[in-house]
């Protein structure tokens, strides 16, 4: 069986300086463990016109490659729905016809985590449940059986984190981000997951779900972002932040890559470099573990 890493971007515009740092993270650490690359277009959520095709332009130009075809989620509802059958055919998940209001405002359950499910429709009877869904459309949750579950990070070591009776299918029967990555990196054979460090609080309900499916955990290195001269993640008021972006202000792809590349401690400022070139010099024990700064030209 071959593994794979992956690089799961969300076709919501261009991928910014701090988005392709990290998909070169992904890279460096699928083929420096010998893994094969997949990419998968996250387009649940917000999707803009010609951002996939734009953001798989800007990986290649860094000199990335991966194995195709690039999975993407919209063509695999029927998937996610058959695993959330499965799952509620086992009794294993519930309605839930909460608002958010609605759960800001429940007491919480006593010694759960702040923020967790206060477990308002875990229990409802058939009859509660049938006048509440000539209301509203119900989302469907995981019944959870536990309330941490601890995952290892390569770069954060033994992380224990919350679970709560997480949603896996929304009201309006979209799948959730946490469905969606379970299932998909099961399915591709993905045993290393390497994304920005502001995932790590969904790495446990996601290893979690992934246990109770019977799939494998995979590897989890979630790594540092990039931040503004503020200290404020990237955004797209941060001036020149894309490819795009950077190339009218002169710096081509291999010069973007250079100072990502400086940034990782994995090259000299000015240096010509490639990403074949990264990848012989990358060691993970040597990464940098705190975040880059970036000041892009305005
Ligand atoms: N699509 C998510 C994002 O762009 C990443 C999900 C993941 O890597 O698990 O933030």
């Not at 094969?36 to 996250?42: A, H, S």
């Not at 536990?146 to 896996?168: P, S």
Request: glycine share 8%.
């Amino acid at each position: 069986m071959t593994v794979a890493g992956r690089f799961a971007p969300s076709p919501s515009g261009d991928l910014h300086v701090g988005n392709l740092r990290t998909a070169l993270l992904a890279w460096l650490f699928a083929r420096a463990g010998g893994r094969d690359f997949l990419i998968r277009m996250e387009d649940l959520d917000r999707v803009k016109a010609g951002a996939a095709q734009r953001q798989l332009a800007d990986l290649a130009a860094l000199g990335l490659d991966w194995s195709p075809p690039v999975v993407t989620q919209s063509e695999r509802l029927s998937v996610y729905a058959a695993v959330v059958e499965e799952l509620a055919a086992a009794g294993e998940t519930f309605e839930c016809f909460c608002t958010r209001r609605e759960i800001q405002d429940a007491p919480s359950a006593p010694h759960a985590p702040p923020g967790a499910y206060p477990g308002t429709c875990r229990d409802l009877t058939h009859a509660e449940r049938a006048e509440r869904r000539r209301h509203r459309p119900a989302a469907i949750r995981l019944r959870a059986r536990t309330r941490t579950f601890t995952v290892h990070d390569v770069l954060h070591g033994e992380y224990r984190g919350d679970v709560d009776d997480f949603v896996l299918l929304r009201g309006d029967g979209t799948p959730a981000y946490n469905l969606a990555v379970v299932v998909d990196d099961a399915a591709f054979d993905i045993d290393q997951v390497v994304r920005g460090d502001d995932l790590l609080s969904s790495a446990p309900r996601q290893a979690y779900l992934a246990q109770r499916l019977g799939h494998p955990v995979p590897e989890y290195a979630h790594v540092p972002m990039v931040l503004n001269d503020k200290g404020i993640r990237l955004s797209k008021r941060d001036g020149a932040i894309t490819l795009a972006q950077l190339a009218e202000h002169g710096y081509t792809a291999p010069q973007v890559l250079g100072m990502m590349a400086v940034s990782l401690g994995l090259a000299e400022p000015d240096e010509p470099v490639t990403a074949s070139e990264l990848l012989r010099r990358f060691d993970p024990a040597a990464l940098p573990r705190t975040p880059w700064t970036f000041v892009g030209p305005r």
